[in-house]
Structures are given as C-alpha cells and as structure tokens.
C-alpha cells in the first residue's frame, strides 16, 4: 500500500537499523548515554540553541516547552486549531494548570500579531498571566515567511513574552525557503522539532531551548515518566535522520506539487496551494468514495489531508495520479 495518511507512517530504513543496531548506549537518566548526548548536541548546534532534550513524541516536547516556560495559572497564546491546542489532550492545562488563550490562524497559517497583542491580559487579579506564545511551522503544510516570525519575534520580545514553535515540521519550512534551521529557531526561546514525521525516523522529537529552559524541561521529562534508558539504541536513527534526511524532504515538496497540480487539472480542487507536503484536498469534495477508489488502487488516504514522504517516491506519485484519473473518469459529470 502507499500511505496518504501521515507522514509518520514512514518505516526506519535499513541504513538507519544499522545506525540504531550500530549505537552505543548507556543510562540516559544518568546522562551517560553516548548517542543521545550526541543527538542532543547536535541538535542543539544545528539550531543555534545552548541546549536539547531527546523525548518519546512531540507532544511531549510541546508540552515540555511550555511547561518549561510557564507557572501554574499562567496563560500561553496558541492558535486555535493548533496541534498543540487541539490534538495534544489538553495537557498544558491537565498537567501543568497553564490556561491556554486560543486565537484563530489567518490564512496563511500566522497568528495576526494585532489580535495576539489584543489578547495579552493586564497586569490585573482577575486574569491569567500570560507568559508565551506559541507558532506551529508549518501548520497545515503552510511554511510562516522569515519577515512574519522577525516582527512576531520583536513584538513578543517587546511584550516581554516568550516564544515557543511546535516546530513538527519545521524542517519542510527551511527546506521550503532555502534557509537553515537555526535561521528558523533563532526566533524562538524554545522549539520542539519531530525527527519522526518528514525526517523519517520511528520515534522521537527534540526539544532545543537556553540551558535553562532545557534544564527544566529534563526534571519535567522524568516527572512524566520520559526519563528512558539505553535510548541510544532510537536516538541513533534520530541523529541519523538529522544528518541524512533533511535535504531530501525537496523531493517530497515536489511530489506534492505535481499531485496538487494534476489533481486541480482533474476538477479536484484545494483548499489552499501546496506549499511543502501537504495536499489538502478543498472540504466541499466527498471523498467517501475516493477512499474506496484509492483503497483499490493500492493507495491508502484518510480524508481530505494528503501526506508526502520518504516511503513514496515520485513513480509511487505518477500511479497516485493515474489512480485520482480512473476516479475521475468513473465519476465523470458527477
Ligand atoms: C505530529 C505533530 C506533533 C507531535 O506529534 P507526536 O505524534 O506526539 O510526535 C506536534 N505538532 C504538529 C503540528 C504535528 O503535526
């Protein structure tokens, strides 16, 4: 089967099992494993950032962040359909008692800077203290342009507000725009980065910050029972993801592209331009039968979101293509 899906569904490459078969190991809860002190040295210079930390999942590299930065009866600003806001059990609120303050995306997937600035409460009993802001790069595969995040930075900055990315995809954005990732991160105190979505890895995400974001954040790891052992033996396809499968995600942004392009010559329209790897199919198209089509096809999608990977290569797109074709002929005049 291809697989739409996410691109989460990727499987560890055998180059990658013989970095992970090939790790040194050591208790990482004594900070004595090898590969992931390297994981996270290496993340943490990539980015330009003092410090990292390796977790299971970006959820709780998210939740880490803000936890991190925040108090109990703070309040983070968050978009409101943010993965970190939506998708994440609430845990900001559940486990750290930080409200979160949530405002809609714009189109172009950025927080408007006029209405964060309009939520952020006074200095006043009755209200939270809000402490951060959180972007998501990219959101719904939209990647935020370098002007947007240098004014959200000043602006934030000005505010005396911190900053926090869910950086999921952050590196589709910087491949996207030709710039590094510190370029991206050099506006945030905090990002959380998955090495388990585009990067192709089959677990774990980063969390890059100042020594003592990071700091906390490893106490707060161990609290939520994240503190791992010999993860030497995961982190090493982490770091080999790093170092290997960053540039190759140019080749699934253009994947996405000739499946954007063919399926808008088809009549299927978008809701919006492919940008990086994400297809997302316009919401008024019914796509129960299109899931039954595919599925037959050999191609597996969930609904209108359509994800490009490392584990589908561009002939696997052209028979995606011919596939949405022999639907559309099917269907034709429908
Ligand atoms: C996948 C994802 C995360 C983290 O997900 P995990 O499955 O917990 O690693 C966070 N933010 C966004 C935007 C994501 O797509």
Redesign the pocket.
Known sequence: MIDLRSD?VTQPSSEMLAAMAAAETGDDVYGEDPTVNALEAYAAEITGKEAALYAA????T?LLGILSHCERGHEYIVGSRA??YMY?GGGAAVLGSVQPCPIPFNSRGELPLDEVEAAVKPDDAHFAITRLVCL?NT?AGKVLSMAYLDEYSRRMQALGLRRHL?G??AFNAAVKLDVTIEGICQYFDSA?L?L??GLAAPVG?VLVGSKDIIARARRYRKMLGGGMRQAGVIAAAGLYALKNNVQRLADDHANAARMGQALKEMGLPLANPVETNIVMLAPEIDTTPLIEHLQQHGVRINGHRWVFHRDISSDQTDHIIAACRSYRNEHAGE
């Open positions: 989460t999942s970006g959820t709780q998210n993965h970190t994440e998501e959101h869910d999921a995809r959380s998955c388990s979505k995400s």
